[in-house]
């Protein structure tokens, strides 16, 4: 029996795609920090500037991420002040996310993190567009090839 030829480290997608993510959010902790949210945190507002007023089932499907990893976020994010968490009117069962005002407000301070991530990628802005797409391509391709 032979063995399967081994395949570099840096020659497997999977590691660069997981590497990669983690240098962004090298990059982006100091500028979450100073705006007083973790790199969670942020996704779950950046969900919710998409649309506001979703439940936390709904924003964990968005992000990929288990509810139980949610709701820690959004209770902080809540105690912070930057969300209400509010029962629906028609279900009680269901507990909806809204913005705040602040946390409405720290939407325009965000526009660095995209800034600092297009400037230290080297990338021109159709290069990270086009690449944005094939990752998101490659994620949809996962997604509908993996049992739930």
């Not at 969670?40 to 507002?45: A, G």
């Not at 709701?71 to 009117?89: C, D, H, S």
């Not at 800034?115 to 994620?139: D, Y």
Request: net charge neutral; aromatic share 6%; hydrophobic share 35%.
């Amino acid at each position: 029996m032979t063995e399967p030829p081994l395949l570099p480290l840096d020659s497997q997608l999977c590691f660069s795609i997981y590497s990669a993510g983690i240098a962004i959010n090298r990059v982006y902790k100091p500028m979450l920090d100073e705006l007083g949210v973790t790199y969670t945190q942020y996704l779950v507002l950046s969900t919710l500037w998409e649309l506001d007023g979703l439940t936390i089932t709904a924003i964990s499907d968005r992000l990929w991420l288990e509810p139980s990893t949610i709701t820690p976020a959004v209770k902080r994010l809540e105690a912070a002040g930057y969300v209400e968490r509010r029962r629906n009117k028609e279900d009680e069962r269901l507990v909806q996310v809204f913005l705040s005002t602040k946390g409405k407000d720290l939407h325009a301070r965000t526009g660095c993190l995209t800034q600092t991530l297009l400037e230290r990628s080297g990338f021109s802005v159709p290069e990270m567009i086009a690449l944005n797409e094939k990752v998101q391509k490659l994620r949809s391709g996962m997604r509908e090839t993996t049992p739930t």
